[in-house]
């Protein structure tokens, strides 16, 4: 059984556009710290983002938890919002359900979800229209995943 060595919550609240990345950029500093390969941080900042990104622009409100084995970084995005009615189709690259408001503003190319899977060792994505999306990854400390 893999050892815990850090834990961490952090909550997002819906076009929360000022804070968008701080959450991603905080674990960034920490894993730095602690002396992580900056490829497993890439990856980590990459997932943590895009996560972030998908609740400030679509849902009510989320929580992102991350967890820091001996073995591995899980994170887990979990939000109360529209839910995804088409799950395969909001992995593919470039479709995205993004306003002309968020496209302004630089946002919606359609890559959050698609770029979270390809960031990740083990990747799972659970969504119930109307009630919320949950999002799961793990990275691999030893690059092997």
């Known amino acids: 059984m893999p050892e815990e060595l850090l834990s961490r ?15 991603s950029t905080e674990i960034k500093g920490m894993l730095k710290e602690l002396g992580i390969d900056s490829q497993v941080i890439r990856r980590v900042v990459v997932v943590c983002f895009e ?16 967890v820091l084995t001996d073995e591995d970084i899980n994170i887990e995005i979990a939000d109360c919002g529209p839910g995804i ?3 395969d189709q ?7 359900t993004a306003t002309d408001e968020m496209r302004e503003m630089g946002f919606g190319f359609g890559m959050g979800l698609p770029n979270i899977r390809r960031n990740s060792d083990s ?4 969504s119930k229209v109307g009630v919320g999306t949950t999002v799961t990854s793990t990275i691999r400390l030893d690059g092997l995943g």
């Open 9 to 23: 919550s952090f909550d997002l609240h819906s076009h929360d556009f000022d804070k968008a990345g701080e959450i």
């Open 123 to 126: 990747f799972d994505l659970r």
């Open 85 to 87: 009615a088409d799950v």
């Open 90 to 96: 909001a992995l593919e690259e470039g479709w995205s």
């Open 51 to 66: 996560a972030e990104m998908n609740v400030v622009m679509y849902a009510d409100e989320g929580t992102l938890t991350f």
